[in-house]
Every structure is written in C-alpha cells, then in structure tokens.
C-alpha cells in the first residue's frame, strides 16, 4: 500500500516562527499536494508540485511556500507564523488514479 | 469553478439502516471522483475511486455510483454499523489538464447502536 508520511502529528509554534512541514510518499508518485483543513470551509489547496523542483500555487497560497528537492519529499514551509495558520494540514500524494492522503499535521500558533 | 456540494452535512441513523449520501458537482468535466472517510483529528482514507470510464465500484458494504450527465455520485453504505460512523467527503477531479482534487464540505455520519 502507499504510504504517505507526515512528520508531526502535533505542533505548537509561536507568532513569527519560521514552521516546516515534511511530507514523505513511498511509491514514486509525481504529484503531491498540501491541504489544509478548517471547521466549516472544508480542504483547501494550498500547493501542488507535478515533479521535482515544480511547484503551483493552489487557491490559497498566501503566507505559505513550498519545496521538492526530491521526487519522495514535499515540505510546507510558512515563513513567519501566524495565528491564523492555525489548522490542521494535510499531505497527499497520487496519479490520476487516486490519491493517498497522509495522517496530517494539527499546528497550533500561539 | 469546480464546486463540490455534499448533502447532507450530517446525518443520524440507527445501526442497521441502509442509508445514501449524495455528492453534486458543477462541472460536468469530472474525470474521477473519489470517495473518503475521515474520523476525527485524522487524516483522509481512500474508500472508493470511480475512473472517467466507470459508472460504479463496490467495496464490502460500500457502493459508489457517478452519472457524469447529471453531476452526481451517491455512496451507499448497507447494514450500517456504529463504526461506520465518521465524516465522508467526495472529491472530483477535472477532466481537462488538472490533477487536482477539489473536495466537498462532507456529511458527518452518526450510527446510533
């Protein structure tokens, strides 16, 4: 089965701090993305990467970037946290023929 | 703009009860559509996929259905049971160039033993 890998189940970062989420895959998928996920407005996009060092901005970019160095690995990174970052975010890699979600990460931003 | 709209947000059975939830999309240019499970504080957990050239895929006591003509997918769950219980989202994805899932809002399913 695939496996898709989030580091920290839960992280709690102060304003401004600098915050990197990891995502790993384990079966050579080209396409990763990053969610995230709040009561009431359901998953959001945030970035998308089609293949190593390709990244596109999803519907709600702002605040955050993104890396893939390697094929396996695709990190969120927000650059100065804030409070309203505060969610739970959600990694998942996949083809045309589904996608596999990993278990996702609850940041609190105090 | 794809939207996805799933009803209802939340629904209450007794154990036992065969029960249907319904997904909409805007868009007729669905290529996939993929059903999830999600309990709470969890991650997403693929349950169903319906390729472009599919009407309908089966799993233990889930059924999916996709009528691309009307911009709808039900999942049908029979012999519901208490661990049924968990939000489900559907998700649908574009037929021309874009791999990206867009998602509904999800129906929050409570099975009462």
């Known amino acids: 089965d695939v496996k898709v890998t989030q580091s920290s189940r839960y992280l709690v970062k102060r304003t401004g701090e600098k915050v990197f989420l990891e995502c790993v895959q384990d079966?050579?998928?080209?396409?990763m993305f990053w969610y995230r996920q709040d009561p009431g407005l359901g998953l959001r996009l945030i970035y998308f990467s089609y293949d190593v060092k390709m990244k596109e901005k999803g519907d709600i970019p702002e605040g955050y970037s993104v890396s893939r160095e390697k094929k396996e690995r695709f990190s969120l990174i927000l650059e100065s946290a804030s409070t309203n970052q505060t969610s739970m975010y959600l990694c998942?890699?996949?083809?045309?023929?589904?996608?596999?979600f990993g278990s996702g990460t609850r940041l609190t931003v105090v | 703009k794809q939207e996805v709209t799933q009803i209802p947000a939340a629904l209450s059975v007794p154990e036992g009860e065969n029960l249907v939830l319904n997904c909409s999309f805007t868009d007729s240019a669905i290529y996939n559509l993929q059903w999830f499970r999600q309990d709470p504080g969890k991650g997403l957990t693929s349950l169903l996929l319906?390729?472009?050239?599919?009407r309908e895929q089966t799993s233990g006591r889930l059924n999916a259905s996709l009528d691309k003509s009307s911009g709808r997918s039900t999942l049908y769950i029979a012999a519901s049971q208490p661990g049924d219980s968990a939000t489900y989202l559907c998700?649908?994805?574009?037929?021309?160039?874009?791999?990206?899932?867009?998602f509904g809002k999800g129906t929050k399913l409570t099975v009462n033993p």
């Open positions: 998700a649908g994805q574009r037929q021309s160039g874009s791999e990206k899932l867009v």
């Open positions: 998942a890699s996949g083809r045309t023929y589904g996608y596999t």
């Open positions: 079966m050579d998928h080209e396409n």
């Open positions: 319906i390729q472009s050239s599919q």
